[in-house]
T-cell receptor, first 118, second 111 residues
Framework: DTGVSQNPRHKITKRGQNVTFRCDPISEHNRLYWYRQTLGQGPEFLTYFQNEAQLEKSRLLSDRFSAERPKGSFSTLEIQRTEQGDSAMYLC????????????????FGPGTRLTVL | LAKTTQPISMDSYEGQEVNITCSHNNIATNDYITWYQQFPSQGPRFIIQGYKTKVTNEVASLFIPADRKSSTLSLPRVSLSDTAVYYCLVGGITGYSTLTFGKGTMLLVSP
């Protein structure tokens, strides 16, 4: 299966701890996105990368959150000093964006990492 | 980005056709309408996209009236496996990267 993968699938941590999630996009995709989803809500955009450059960040992404995409391949999302309000599903998506392709840059989502902060 | 409004939930039975309507009164000229499907504990999955009139693929049809202020996702002959949350999104293709999801419509298909 060459879809988007995320690890771990589940993470339980205590308040105040740091956590890091990993996303491996579809190999030829140059764009990578992070979303957060809480129960009963649709996914909320956090940030996205075009290759290794982080081009946009939501105001939802506080200073405790940092994302990287070294070498434009996999990405990591780190949350420092976790709070109970950080409990959510963290979704990663990737797409192939090309000016030549035209049309819609369909985003392919991974299965998500469910974070529970105790 | 244009705001979308869709029913919170819908119920149906296997074999029926389901139509989910989404309102987007402030849709801009260069906005497209896209629908995603999400099963529990999975990420959303693209279903269909359109700009105007009707679009059909192997999964669904999308009907868009001339004024484009609403759209209807049509699922023919639903099965139990179509039970999911369906999201309507509006945005331009060129240059827009982020997806703005609402709360979606929870479709429950019963035997």
């Amino acid at each position: 299966d060459t879809g988007v993968s995320q690890n771990p699938r589940h993470k339980i941590t205590k308040r105040g701890q740091n956590v890091t999630f990993r996303c491996d996009p579809i190999s030829e995709h140059n764009r990578l996105y992070w979303y957060r989803q809480t129960l009963g809500q649709g996914p909320e955009f956090l940030t996205y990368f075009q290759n290794e450059a982080q081009l946009e960040k939501s105001r939802l992404l506080s200073d405790r959150f940092s994302a990287e995409r070294p070498k434009g391949s996999f990405s990591t999302l780190e949350i420092q000093r976790t709070e109970q309000g950080d409990s959510a599903m963290y979704l990663c998506a990737s797409s192939l964006a090309s000016l030549l392709a035209g049309g819609y840059n369909e985003q392919f989502f991974g299965p998500g990492t469910r974070l529970t902060v105790l | 980005l244009a705001k979308t409004t869709q029913p919170i939930s819908m119920d149906s039975y296997e074999g029926q056709e389901v139509n989910i309507t989404c309102s987007h009164n402030n849709i801009a000229t260069n906005d497209y309408i896209t629908w995603y499907q999400q099963f529990p504990s999975q990420g959303p999955r693209f279903i269909i996209q359109g700009y105007k009139t009707k679009v059909t693929n192997e999964v669904a049809s999308l009907f868009i009236p001339a004024d484009r202020k609403s759209s209807t996702l049509s699922l023919p002959r639903v099965s139990l496996s179509d039970t999911a949350v369906y999201y309507c999104l509006v945005g331009g293709i060129t240059g827009y990267s982020t997806l703005t999801f609402g709360k979606g419509t929870m479709l429950l298909v019963s035997p």
